[in-house]
């Protein structure tokens, strides 16, 4: 009972740290907002549209930080900038479903507070839901199949709506049962009102761009789409790979698209500052949106070499999980993930003289975004770990993926971030997804699963793998790119939050912070948005 009261009490006291804090950080938003107001100089251009509503609930996430800086930075630069805020717009939203229980409505009480701190002072446009009656009799009825191939008055709204599906029941294949088709039908019915109302501001306001969230949630996915429509520049953003940083891009953030000058090499200068990144982060040292997924990272055990003794050949296999793989850009070989591991099943079985090491990835697992279509239940039901040539490593297993490669014959992946390291490393990879970095010869990075299977045969048939030079080079290329060009580091006006993570305050700045000249980020930022130049340090 003790033990039960010291928890309990424990909790209390953290619920009410988290909950001055986040008091502390909304006045520290409220009074930077007023500053803002005060030192904004009169309209010089066409106003710019934000809209953001699939980062945060209550709270300032790093995506919902980073809009709402921009934002500020673009008005004191003479910019008018119009925020596009959910004013219960939304019959069920991406963050505030409820996977156990649909029905429930999202929690837009505290989200209406949060949005109401962060915009004070700015110009608003408060959306309200409104239902239309003709869609949802259309909608009742229908499968998912039927409801994924929706098209609504020109919009593909089943298709807009899949993406959000996917990432929040943490799914790629939706099962067609009741509580899917509603979620499914209440995103779609949203969407078409996200729509309607976003095309309305664009006819007020006649703005010069757009900025959204990722574009791939479907409120932003939908005013992107409708805004392009318009021939609208639209820009999307999304987290970089250090910490506390963003990446904006005029495509699809998601896909990561880099437009790297095919003159540009590294210095030496750069080379070293690449192996140090890279240092730390084959040791486990790194974090992204403020999750580190390695809290400790092991070396291969005796054990581990003792059964790799008796095989030919290693080749480790690395996935990738699936609210990242359902993106549409990822798929361009095999329809998903699975269809791919489907594959290698065949080929493991094929080739008992070599040791295949299926890696699952350590976000698979985590607390709250815990996969629910999963390699290790595809493990599970294909019996993966009683193959005798097989290992199979679970999400929550810390083990040198990085030693693992070293030793490699050859490195199997589908589009996870570690394809591209083992190739810096010089290890020939072979890829089934399309990633951020096979927009650049990087890997072998087969057309069509025929041509994949083919290619894996003849791999696993050489005794050695000559892999093109120019594969190490531009993969090296691409990573320096997209760490020290593209993630711009708000570090200087961010501090993480000590108890969500993801989640962030604001440093105690004053407005001269936010001014283009005095922030890097912001300066690339508001140039990007305002004159059309590139998004790079």
């Given amino acids: 009972m003790a033990v039960k009261t010291g928890v309990n009490l424990q909790r209390i006291v953290r619920g009410i740290a988290r909950r001055w804090l986040n008091l502390r950080n909304n006045h520290r938003l409220r009074r930077l907002a007023g500053e803002v107001l005060r030192h904004t100089p009169a309209p010089s251009a066409a106003p710019v549209v934000f809209f953001n509503a699939s980062t945060r609930l209550e709270g300032l996430s790093l995506n919902a930080a980073f809009s709402l800086l921009s934002a500020w930075s673009l008005r004191l630069s003479g910019a008018p900038v119009v925020h596009f805020v959910c004013s219960r717009g939304l019959s069920r939203c991406v963050l505030g479903t409820d996977r156990e229980q649909p029905h429930n409505p999202p929690p837009c009480s505290a989200c209406l507070a949060q949005s109401r701190a962060m915009y004070a002072g700015g110009d608003v446009r408060w959306f309200a839901y409104h239902r239309d009656e003709r869609l949802a009799a259309m909608l009742m009825g ?18 807009l709506c899949l993406p959000s599906l996917r990432w929040i029941l943490r799914c790629h294949h939706l099962a067609d049962d009741e509580n ?4 499914y039908r209440e995103y779609v019915l949203s969407a078409r009102c996200v729509a309607q109302e976003f095309l309305r501001l664009l ?24 805004a392009m429509q318009r021939g609208l520049r639209v820009i999307t953003h999304e987290v970089g790979l250090h910490p506390f940083t963003a990446y904006f891009t005029p495509g699809e953030a998601t896909a990561y698209p880099i437009d790297i000058p095919t003159e540009f090499d590294l210095d030496e200068r750069q080379s070293r500052q690449l ?19 390695w809290p400790q990272m092991q070396p291969l055990s005796a054990q581990f070499w003792q059964r790799a003794s008796g095989f030919k050949q290693i080749v480790p296999i690395f996935t990738n999980v699936v609210f990242d793989t359902s993106q549409g850009h990822a798929n361009q070989v095999f329809p998903h993930m699975f269809a791919w591991l ?8 094929a080739h008992p003289e070599t040791f295949f090491v299926i890696r699952a990835h ?3 697992c985590r607390p709250g975004k815990e996969s629910r279509e999963s390699v290790a239940q595809w493990a599970e039901r294909h019996q993966v770990r009683l193959l005798p040539n097989v290992l199979y490593v679970d999400a929550d297993e810390y083990f040198s993926s990085y030693e693992l490669i070293q030793h490699a ?5 589908y589009n996870s971030t570690i394809g591209l390291e083992a190739s810096i490393m010089g290890r020939p990879v072979l890829c089934g997804g399309k990633a951020r970095f096979t927009q650049l010869p990087t890997v072998f990075f087969p057309a069509t699963p025929e041509a994949y299977l083919q290619q894996a045969e003849e791999f696993l048939s ?9 594969f190490q080079r531009n993969a090296r290329r691409f990573l320096y790119y997209q760490i020290f060009r593209t993630s711009l580091p708000f570090n200087d006006l961010l501090e993480e939050d000590p108890f969500w993570r993801g989640y962030v305050h604001l440093k105690p700045i004053g407005w001269q912070s936010l001014l283009p000249q005095n922030s890097p980020a912001l300066g690339v930022i508001v140039n990007g948005i305002l004159k059309g130049e590139p998004f790079l340090l």
């Fill in 342 to 349: 489907d594959m290698l099943l065949q080929i493991i079985r």
């Fill in 362 to 364: 350590p976000d698979e």
């Fill in 409 to 413: 014959h050859f490195v199997m992946v």
């Fill in 203 to 226: 006819d007020e306001v006649q703005p010069q761009a757009a900025v959204v969230f990722n574009g791939m949630f479907y409120p932003e996915a939908v005013a992107r789409y409708v």
């Fill in 462 to 470: 050489a005794s050695q793998i000559e892999t093109p030079p120019e």
């Fill in 142 to 159: 229908l499968d998912v199949l039927s409801l994924s191939a929706l098209v609504y008055d020109g919009l593909p709204l089943g298709e």
């Fill in 180 to 183: 899917t088709r509603f979620l």
């Fill in 275 to 293: 192996d140090e990144y890279l240092s730390q982060r084959f040791q486990g040292n790194f974090s992204m949106a403020g999750v580190r997924f």
